[in-house]
């Protein structure tokens, strides 16, 4: 079994950070990218960020220059860090992570339960 397991999330006011991390833990035998999606109230999940297993990075427009994903394959954990908070970023954070069990297969993503991000006053 694999498990990523979310934590960091939280309420914060506008303008406040957070960090996410989210560690994956089970039979692993190798982790190719991870990355950090987000689903608001009543729109579809989205990209937020990913990572490669190289250190390569992306992100959505809205979050450039504010959101910063970085991981540490040693412990197979990816982190976000969240700053400039704005109301628009509330959603229920999840960490993806596409990998391989075992050589024989081949990779697939696995999802986290997610962990909720609520920016308010």
């Known amino acids: 079994q694999v498990q990523l397991v979310e934590s960091g999330g939280g309420l914060v006011q506008p303008g406040g950070s957070l960090r996410l991390s989210c560690a994956a833990s089970?039979?692993?035998?190798?982790?190719?990218?991870m990355g950090w999606y987000r689903q608001a109230p009543g729109k579809q999940r989205e990209l937020v960020g990913r990572?490669?297993?190289?250190?390569?990075?992306n992100y959505a427009d809205s979050v450039k220059g504010r959101f910063t994903i970085s991981r540490d394959n040693a412990k197979n954990t990816v982190y976000l860090q969240m700053n400039s908070l704005k109301p628009e970023d509330t959603a229920v954070y999840y960490c993806?992570?596409?990998?391989?069990?075992?050589?024989?297969?081949?990779?697939?993503?696995?999802w986290g339960k997610g962990t909720l991000v609520t920016v308010s006053s």
């Open positions: 993806n992570a596409d990998l391989r069990r075992n050589q024989w297969v081949a990779p697939r993503d696995y």
């Open positions: 089970g039979s692993i035998f190798s982790i190719n990218a």
């Open positions: 990572i490669t297993s190289g250190g390569s990075t």
